[in-house]
């Protein structure tokens, strides 16, 4: 060997740990900025927390609590598989979509004079037969939300307008956690922060003395229904609410904390 390539070959060893090196922090920082944050943390919401436990290699971090009533169930499901993930989460945007139909009962059934009891036993059911629709190409989803709704309830139907009462107290907060998401299961599907303003966390605000018109800041914890209660003294006048506000309101569920809205 000449001296010429005793020099090379140090230098090429050095240069081959060099690039290893490197690769091995490109990949560390690819994965570091492939993790995927939400801007508010779902373990910071009881009722989130309940149900899912931080899973690291879960697509958006976290995964159903194999111990839960409501999401046990699914804790089964290979929840890092981005393409099973993908098609969960656009079935339950569908789902959820179908709030408006929801609003819809609400506004017909306001409109024919019922009152907020009938409405709510309305909505509640409505609900029910939604969700049981949107597992009508999965039988086997079908099966552990009836198994999940067995272990909550007692039963495969999902909560009824009288454990709803029972729970809540009344026909209006009843009616209002009839139209809210379950918060564990939208974190499992990155949904968390979209449908954050509908989970009523901190919703329990301070009486206030409301003017007869003006403006109203979005809290965190608000729905249409709980504002419109608060200004109109009425929740079922959400949607008076809401076509005051169209420009500003792309869907009813959807209101965001800090907005400022007409009424």
Known sequence: MTNTQKRIRPK??????????????????????????????PMQNPNAARDIIVDENAVYGYSPNPDSPRLGAFASHDWSNA???????????????????????IQ???NEGK??????????????????????????GLISMKKSNLEAYGHEDGPTPDELYEKYGSWEIALEKVLTTNPGMDACLGLYDI???????NAEQPSVQIPESGEYEVKTGDSLFRI????????RKWRELYEK???RIKHPALIYRGQMLRY
């Not at 560390?28 to 492939?34: G, P, W």
């Not at 709510?120 to 190409?137: G, H, L, M, P, Q």
């Open 12 to 41: 090429m060893k050095a240069s081959a740990a060099f690039l290893m090196a490197l690769l091995m922090l490109l990949t560390l920082t690819s994965t570091v900025q492939a993790t995927f944050k939400y801007e508010h943390d």
């Open 83 to 105: 393409d099973i993930v993908a098609k969960a989460r656009e079935e339950r945007i569908e789902y959820l979509n179908k709030d408006a139909e929801l609003y819809s009962i």
């Open 108 to 110: 017909q059934m306001t």
């Open 115 to 140: 009152d907020t009891e009938a409405i709510t036993r309305a909505v509640s059911k409505r609900r029910n037969e939604i969700r049981v629709e949107s597992y009508r190409d999965n039988p086997e």
């Open 195 to 201: 449908y954050y303003p509908t989970y009523r966390i």
């Open 228 to 235: 419109a209660a608060q200004v109109y003294r009425d929740g």
């Open 245 to 247: 506000n169209r420009d």
